[in-house]
């Protein structure tokens, strides 16, 4: 199985940028999707952005869309998620999911449903202050 491991949460000004990371590590050599949701207080967890093995489809929440992009480095085992204009309801606990896949499922635009995604890293807490 894949152990993922997030980085790069802190405090932030509304209207400023954070880099999240998310580094992969045990069985790496199969091919998985990535994604990141979020969970602020009281809330449910939502999706924020996926992307297939390949890097070449994306998936985006509609909370975020345009404001962040999710990108991913296979030979460094690492998938970054890049948060701009950030906003106080960006306030959150981010955390990286993944799932294997397999033929054209490593290539299509990947799922965006948490139930689909079958690890879990611990999260990293992002704090926006307006």
């Known amino acids: 199985q894949v152990q993922l491991v997030e980085s790069g949460g802190g405090l932030v000004q509304a209207g400023g940028s954070l880099r999240l990371s998310c580094a992969a590590s045990?069985?790496?050599?199969?091919?998985?999707?990535v994604g990141w949701f979020r969970q602020a207080p009281g809330k449910a967890r939502e999706f924020v952005a996926s992307?297939?093995?390949?890097?070449?489809?994306?998936a985006y929440g509609d909370s975020v869309q345009g404001r962040i992009a999710i990108s991913r480095d296979n030979a460094k085992n690492t998938a970054y998620l890049q948060m701009n204009s950030l906003k106080s309801e960006d306030t959150a606990v981010y955390y990286c999911?993944?799932?294997?896949?397999?033929?054209?499922?490593?290539?299509?635009?990947?799922?965006?449903?948490?139930?689909?995604?079958?690890?879990w890293g611990q999260g990293t807490q992002v704090t926006v202050s307006s």
């Open positions: 992307i297939s093995w390949s890097g070449g489809s994306t």
């Open positions: 045990g069985r790496t050599s199969s091919r998985y999707v």
């Open positions: 999911a993944a799932y294997y896949c397999s033929g054209y499922g490593c290539y299509r635009v990947p799922n965006s449903t948490d139930s689909e995604f079958d690890y």
